[in-house]
């Protein structure tokens, strides 16, 4: 049974769509956090190093312009619901806490929001409720979507390359090193977060423009 999803893997890597494909589960990713584009990359990673098959360099790619997209579409979602996420209980909060985050650090937040869990998406649709400068947005994602994308398409490869023939164990070193830099960067984040004093607004949390 593992052989046979194996192999079924391993073909879609060796498919020429695999490209279009980690392209749009990027661009999904950036307003629909559900869809498990980090997952894909570090897995064409993994292959990448294992196989031969995809080349990193255009998955870091196409990884990179599918969340550059995807976060452009949140970003103009939070424009147009501007109104409706001031307006609710939960996301006029946020888009509040987004105003101070912004003033305070700039659009380093976005940099930083891309490899939060759920952060991504939360910090590009206030950042568009909040009107801040398109021009500006543009420059500091794509330094956030390109790291992200070379970031997850390196550690699948090293784990690819330590298990060069065994690409089942590659990816789950793969994913193994992703969920530890994630829960370190949630510890530091909620220890930060409590020495600091309390605010009146908690940090954003929004699951959708209709909220």
């Given at each position: 049974m593992t052989q046979a999803v194996l192999d079924a893997v391993q073909q879609a890597m060796t498919s020429?769509?695999?490209?279009?494909?980690?392209?749009?589960?990027?661009?999904?990713?950036?307003?629909?956090?559900?869809?498990?584009a980090e997952t894909s990359v570090i897995t064409a990673g993994v292959f990448a190093a294992a196989t031969g098959a995809p080349d990193i360099a255009p998955v870091i790619a196409?990884?990179?312009?599918?969340?550059?997209?995807?976060?452009?579409?949140?970003?103009?979602?939070?424009?147009?619901?501007n109104d409706r996420l001031r307006g609710g209980r939960r996301t006029g909060k946020a888009v509040a806490w987004a105003e101070r985050a912004l003033a305070e650090r700039g659009g380093l937040v976005l940099v930083v929001a891309r490899y939060i869990p759920g952060g991504r998406t939360a910090c590009t649709l206030t950042m568009g409720a909040v009107a801040y400068p398109r021009r500006s947005f543009a420059l500091f994602d794509a330094v956030a979507a390109t790291s992200w994308a070379v970031y997850s398409g390196l550690i699948g490869y090293v784990g690819g390359a330590a298990f060069e023939h065994d690409p089942v164990k590659g990816l789950l070193l793969g994913l193994g090193i992703a969920l530890s830099i994630t829960a370190v960067v949630e510890v530091t984040r909620h220890v930060r977060l409590r020495r600091q004093p309390a605010e009146p607004a908690p940090e954003p949390a929004l699951a959708g423009p209709g909220d």
């Open positions: 020429p769509w695999i490209y279009p494909a980690l392209f749009a589960l990027a661009m999904l990713d950036g307003f629909f956090p559900v869809v498990p196409v990884a990179a312009l599918g969340a550059f997209a995807g976060d452009h579409i949140s970003y103009a979602l939070g424009r147009t619901a």
